[in-house]
Every structure is written in structure tokens, then in C-alpha cells.
């Protein structure tokens, strides 16, 4: 049996809850239920929070910029990590490093993001005390130190798909008859750096795995703000089911979608940017 909270309808008599079903529209058959809600929200209106007594809006936009430096953190620890590995990898095709930064990276995206958080966590900043345990920090500064850890935690996860396909597209570079004629005529065949170029320029579709893979890990920020204590919507949202704040969860949800959509929607962009061939009005 679920205790009720102070807030809860089990506590409630038949009149409050009649009152209630009334001002959120609940007596009212579903397709008016559906209209009513898009005209607050087209309004800007989402409803007040239950348990925190407060404008769903103001509470989830003060929140949303924790999460949104959680996620472009992430991205760009995960290409950091990612694009060193890629070149060192298809440097040696099917030798020992190969195959140690191919095998290695999936450890890192068969664990679970609470229990690698809690690992980080445990050795970083508990034993060594190199990064605050929790928090979000005060401060550019503060927030790319107190942010490091939560943020590499998501970038662990996206690592693997990156190595993979940024070593899949330098591997056909390699092999590329302006690669493999470059000493021929004169001109060094370096084996990394101008092969890593060279993939992103005639490969632009790995910025679609790229983007892809951010969509999915949006959601993931959930548990990963909730064990390092980030006041992000992520947070927030979890906090809100178990309080049964269901204005919030709902607005919660909705801003994670549309976060999801504007990602493919950049990724979109940056792919027709970066490749001449692909034109919109086709």
C-alpha cells in the first residue's frame, strides 16, 4: 500500500476531488481534455505543481540549464575521448591496439550509468577527492569542475558508438586511391590525421550517429543527475513521481521531446552543411 502524501487524493473529500477533476478539465470527454491542454500550453499556461506550490514553467525553466550543460558536456567529452581512439585504431587495422580500444570502450557501454556513477563517484570523489561528490557549482569555472564527473559518465556511454563508426570511416579513407597514390606523387601518406579529416569530409553520415545517439542519451541524464544531486529537470522529474506531481512529470516529458526532436533536427543541418550532395528542396 502506497502512503498517501499531504498532498494526495486519499486524503481528500469527495467535494475537493470534484473540484479538482473540474478546474483540470477531467470531467470533460478526452478529446476536450486534449484541446483545453494545447491551448495552455500554446498560452505558455502548464498547470501548477502539486508539490511544490509553484508555476510548472518557472520551475522547469529554472531548472533546464543544468541539464542542458550535462548533455553538451558529455557530447564533447565523448568526442574528445572518442577521436584519439578512432585514429589509434584504425592506425593499426586488426592489431593489438585495435582491437584493445574496439574492446575496451564496450566495458564502458555494458555498464549501468547509476552504477559507473556510483564508481566515479566512490574513487574521485570520495577516496581522492578530486571533484565535489555532488553539486552543480558556482561560475563557469565551477560548473566544468563539478560537472566533469556526471558528464563523463554520459560520455562513457556514447564513446563506443563513436569509436566504432569514426574508425569505420577512416578505414575506407585508408583505403581511397588519393591515400593510397598520395607517396607516389610526392606527397606523405600520414596515417592519421589527414584520414580523420579526410572520413568526416566524405563520411558527413557519422554526424548522424553522432546526433542520433545524443537523442537516446537525453533520457539517460536521468539517474545520472539524481546520484551526483544536479538540480536539472532530470532530477526534477524523478522527484515528481514519487511525490505524484504529475503537472511537472508531464511538462518534464514534453521538454524531453522536444529536446530529442531539435537534436535530429541539428543533426539534419549539420549533415546537409557538411555534405554539398544533400539539399533540402529536393
Not at 504529475?246 to 521531446?257: E, K, R
Not at 530529442?260 to 543533426?267: A, C, D, E, I, W
Amino acid at each position: 500500500m502506497i502512503p498517501p502524501g499531504p498532498s494526495s487524493a486519499f486524503t481528500q473529500p469527495p467535494r475537493a476531488i470534484a473540484i479538482l477533476h473540474a478546474q483540470w478539465g477531467l470531467n470533460r470527454p478526452l478529446a476536450d481534455q486534449y484541446w483545453l491542454y494545447m491551448d495552455r500550453l500554446v498560452h505558455g499556461d502548464l498547470g501548477q505543481s502539486l508539490y511544490y506550490g509553484t508555476g510548472v514553467s518557472g520551475l522547469v525553466t529554472s531548472r533546464l540549464p543544468v541539464t542542458l550543460w550535462l548533455i553538451i558536456y558529455a557530447a564533447i567529452l565523448a568526442v574528445i575521448i572518442s577521436v584519439p581512439l578512432a585514429i589509434l585504431a584504425a592506425s593499426r587495422k586488426d592489431g593489438i591496439r585495435d582491437h584493445a580500444v574496439r574492446l575496451i570502450p564496450l566495458l564502458g557501454l555494458g555498464m549501468p550509468a547509476f552504477w559507473l556513477a556510483l564508481v566515479l563517484q566512490s574513487e574521485l570523489s570520495v577516496r581522492y577527492r578530486l571533484f565535489p561528490v555532488t553539486g552543480y557549482g558556482t561560475g563557469f569555472a565551477g560548473h566544468l569542475h563539478s560537472m566533469f564527473l556526471p558528464s563523463l559518465t554520459v560520455a562513457i556511454a556514447l564513446c563506443p558508438v563513436i569509436i566504432r563508426s569514426l574508425r569505420a570511416s577512416m578505414l575506407d579513407v585508408l583505403g581511397a586511391d588519393f591515400i593510397t597514390t598520395a607517396p607516389g606523387q610526392g606527397r606523405p601518406r600520414h596515417p592519421a590525421v589527414h584520414p580523420a579529416r579526410a572520413a568526416q569530409r566524405h563520411h558527413p553520415g557519422r554526424t548522424t550517429v553522432l546526433g542520433i545517439n545524443i537523442g537516446f542519451l537525453i533520457g539517460g541524464t536521468l539517474i545520472v543527475e539524481q546520484v551526483f544531486g544536479l538540480p536539472g529537470i532530470g532530477s526534477l522529474m524523478i522527484q515528481s513521481i514519487f511525490e505524484r506531481d504529475f503537472p511537472v512529470v508531464q511538462t518534464v516529458a514534453l521538454v524531453f521531446g522536444i529536446m530529442v526532436v531539435l537534436v535530429n533536427l541539428l543533426t539534419d543541418v549539420a549533415y546537409a552543411t557538411l555534405d554539398p550532395r544533400v539539399r533540402f528542396d529536393r
